[in-house]
């Protein structure tokens, strides 16, 4: 079974899950259906091969990328890559050599048994857990160039995996890909109260009712305690065992050779990873040991590093959340005197049934309810993904609709609005997002003008060579500072103080990035400023075509 998480894109948030047979990639999908219109009807595919996955291009317009890198091949899936097609990015999740089991099964599977009940261990050979254990030797011999290999595919899970479960799963895998294992797991100490706690298991060939793998707690405590990995057996230890019929006794007991070796990094143990192999197979060595000991040092570190990283992130969010009560409370409080203002105006206006004043209180009354809708569906843009609504429509009656709607606004700052539009063909838009970002640009134009002085002309025009609808809306108010071309387009960067939030040009460019479109900034040489939203010209190519819309997801 194959698992896939989608973390960009239209359909971000969904999990896919396949069975055990070829999966088709791609909008005409019955297996992973997506609506993403950069990718192609039939992008890729999924094949299941010898125990792994293959990922395949379909021949796809906009091409596959696995980890950032574009495949020409079939090419093998790790837990953990990251597949790019067109705007939409996925995480595999699936298991090369077995299905991962629920963390509750992986704790009914796991028993840490006394050593009277799991046999006392004969211990071979002990290594010290240190920054040393990641220094392996030369790639001379075999065994070392899989040891720099397994080293190599830690190096790139850790820079692709964030999540610490998803982690110590991609561990195990390439523990099982490159090492002589029949059953392994990872168990991790809980924060606060250092009890184990079993978080990854595997067999090599998974048994219809698994059986408990049952270890030794004394080993377990001595890897923990002494920080250093473990190389033992039972076999030596046991009397039942003598030198004539050892060889025998091991195939009809199933005795393993073990490896358990502590999960480290600066001095701080995380937990321990273990590992056997039947004695009738293999037998582990000093060599294996070693590099064991280094797997366990860098899957510390990578633990170390997602928690940082999640710390961060988390610290982050409680800025960012802080950051955005902060500015708009400020905002929404002027609005809330603006209608208190307005409130008293025309209820001093009903007193005196003055006609005039009732006027005067309704239209403060308006203007703030205008901002609070405005307010709101910027809000609702920025705040989540939006699925465009794709039809074919004309962007000079979404713009004229713009207008009209800010002539009152411009009327109440005796700001001329001036329209130039070119006939254009009709094409693919949102309707509803285009003339949310016709309004912003707007808004923000009359914004900027100055008062009974201003003139915004609005301009639409056809770009035959680029096969774009560019809207134009141009102020001649004092214009940008250089400096701040940059920060235009961030979230709460108002240059109108507590005049204004900043969402407006933020929504606008999503809207305009969700359509693969552009937004550009022109100072003009009269110290205003011209907004350019380029739009992508696709009336003949509405979705559910064999073709591919352009992506421009890398801008």
Not at 146 to 174: C, F, K
Request: charged share 25%; hydrophobic share 40%; with cysteine.
């Amino acid at each position: 079974m194959a698992t896939l998480y989608i973390l960009q894109g239209p359909d971000k948030g969904k999990t896919f899950r396949t069975g055990n047979a070829r999966v088709v990639l791609g909008r005409a999908s019955e297996d992973v259906p997506l609506t993403d219109n950069s990718v192609s009807r039939r992008h890729a595919e999924l094949v299941p091969e010898n125990g792994v996955w293959l990922l395949r291009d379909l021949k796809s317009s906009n091409g596959t990328s696995i980890n950032g890198l574009r495949i020409e091949h079939p090419t093998v899936l790790k837990h953990g890559d990251q597949i790019r097609m067109g705007a939409t990015l996925l995480v595999f999740g699936g298991d090369q050599l077995d299905e991962q089991y629920t963390t509750a099964t992986v704790r009914d599977l796991i028993d840490l048994a006394d050593a009277d009940r799991a046999g006392e261990a004969s211990v071979i050979e002990t290594l010290p857990s240190n920054e040393k254990s990641l220094v392996l030797a030369a790639p001379e011999t075999a065994e070392a160039v899989r040891a720099w290999r397994i080293m190599y595919q830690l190096t790139e899970a850790i820079g692709v995996i964030v999540e610490p479960d998803e982690l110590l799963n991609r561990v195990l895998d390439i523990i099982f890909e490159e090492m002589e294992v029949d059953r392994g797991f990872i168990l991790i100490r809980k924060d606060g109260t250092g009890e184990l706690e079993p978080k990854a298991i595997r067999f090599r060939h998974k048994p219809k009712d698994p059986e408990k793998i049952t270890t030794s707690r004394t080993i377990i405590n001595h890897v923990i305690k002494r920080c250093e990995g473990v190389l033992c057996t039972n076999a030596m230890a046991d009397q039942r065992f003598g030198a004539e019929n050892q060889e025998d006794s091991i195939y009809r007991y199933g005795l393993k050779s073990v490896i358990c070796v502590p999960i480290i990094a600066h001095r701080c143990v995380h937990g321990v990873i273990h590992m056997d192999s039947s004695m009738s197979d293999h037998t582990y060595t000093t060599e294996q040991l070693r590099l064991a000991n280094a797997i366990g040092h860098m899957t510390g570190m990578a633990i170390e590093n997602a928690k940082l990283v999640q710390s961060r992130l988390q610290n982050e969010r409680l800025a960012a959340a802080g950051e955005t009560v902060a500015f708009l409370s400020h905002y929404i409080k002027n609005v809330l005197q603006g209608l208190r203002s307005g409130a008293d105006v025309l209820e001093l206006g009903l007193k005196r049934k003055a006609l005039d004043t009732i006027e005067q209180g309704w239209q403060i009354l308006d203007r703030s309810l205008d901002k609070i809708f405005n307010l709101t569906t910027n809000m609702l843009t920025f705040s989540k993904d939006r699925e465009p609504n794709m039809v074919v429509a004309q962007v000079n009656l979404i713009t004229q609709e713009a207008v009209d709607l800010a002539q009152r606004y411009a009327d109440t700052k005796k700001v001329m609005l001036l329209t130039e539009f070119e006939e254009i063909p009709a094409i693919l838009v949102d309707v509803d997002g285009i003339h949310q970002v016709a309004l912003n640009l707007l808004n923000n134009a009359i914004e900027a003008a100055p008062e009974e002085k201003g003139i915004i002309n609005v301009r639409t025009r056809y770009d035959t060579e680029k096969e774009v609808v560019v809207l134009t809306v141009e102020d001649n108010g004092p214009g940008i500072d250089p400096s701040r071309l940059t920060e235009v387009f961030q979230p709460f960067k108002s240059t109108k103080g507590q005049g204004g939030t900043g969402l407006g040009l933020a929504a606008a460019k999503k809207i305009i990035d969700e359509h693969q479109g552009d937004i550009v900034i022109e100072p003009l040489e009269s110290g205003g400023t011209a907004f350019h939203a380029s739009i992508p010209a696709r009336s003949e190519r509405l979705p559910g075509s064999d073709e591919t819309l352009s992506s421009q997801s890398s801008r």
